[in-house]
T-cell receptor
């Protein structure tokens, strides 16, 4: 298995633009997580899905952030409009059952 | 709410020396505990985990961690580090039965030098 695949690896965008981050979980995993990593706040759980259904989105910072999981093999995290303070590395992770999650390599987002 | 404290943000150590990275958690209920490692520009990789059973768990590359319930700690140790161990190490906790939803510490940067 290729592991959790995230795209793009790097994204530079201007403030106010829409940004979409993509994730393909490991086949057979039924839980998917979006994390954000910054120097100031460390790793924060934004949202997680179980069987494609959002279970806990309490970590989503504000309405500018939204996440979807239309099927078991794909998820998106969208920021609209983006702001400089959204600059961070965004990780997607997936797990099977109650197992520990496997992480993708992350998307480094820079909003200028 | 769960919280994880990693007391040291950076730990410099010479190659072949022993190292301990400290981790304490706040939860009073049964927990699962994890250590992840992050190499530069990469995602997090699971190093080892405690779910139940023996309180001493080991990784394939010589790290070990001991679950100490009375001290609510899960410190990571290695008797002799290598240059290639230079990385960021994250301790994480979850409630029993939900090993997937993790709360992470702020990380400890292990810098191994010659």
């Amino acid at each position: 298995d290729a592991g959790v695949i995230q795209s793009p690896r790097h994204e530079v965008t201007e403030m106010g633009q829409e940004v979409t981050l993509r994730c393909k979980p490991i086949s057979g995993h039924n839980s998917l997580f979006w994390y954000r990593q910054t120097m100031m706040r460390g790793l924060e759980l934004l949202i997680y899905f179980n069987n494609n259904v959002p279970i806990d989105d309490s970590g989503m910072p504000e309405d500018r952030f939204s996440a979807k999981m239309p099927n078991a093999s794909f998820s998106t995290l969208k920021i609209q409009p983006s702001e400089p303070r959204d600059s961070a590395v965004y990780f997607c992770a997936s797990s099977a059952g109650t197992g520990s999650p496997f992480f993708g390599q992350g998307t480094r987002l820079t909003v200028v | 709410a769960q919280s994880v404290t990693q007391l040291d943000s950076q730990v410099p150590v010479f190659e072949e020396a022993p190292v301990e990275l400290r981790c304490n958690y706040s939860s009073s209920v049964s927990v699962y505990l994890f250590w992840y490692v992050q190499y530069p520009n990469q995602g997090l990789q699971l190093l080892l985990k405690y779910l139940s059973g023996s309180t001493l768990v080991e990784s394939i590359n010589g790290f070990e961690a001991e679950f100490n319930k009375s001290q609510t700690s899960f410190h990571l140790r290695k008797p002799s580090v290598h240059i290639s161990d230079t990385a960021e190490y994250f301790c994480a906790v979850s409630y029993t039965g939900t090993a997937s939803k993790l709360t992470f510490g702020t990380g400890t940067r292990l810098q191994v030098t010659l």
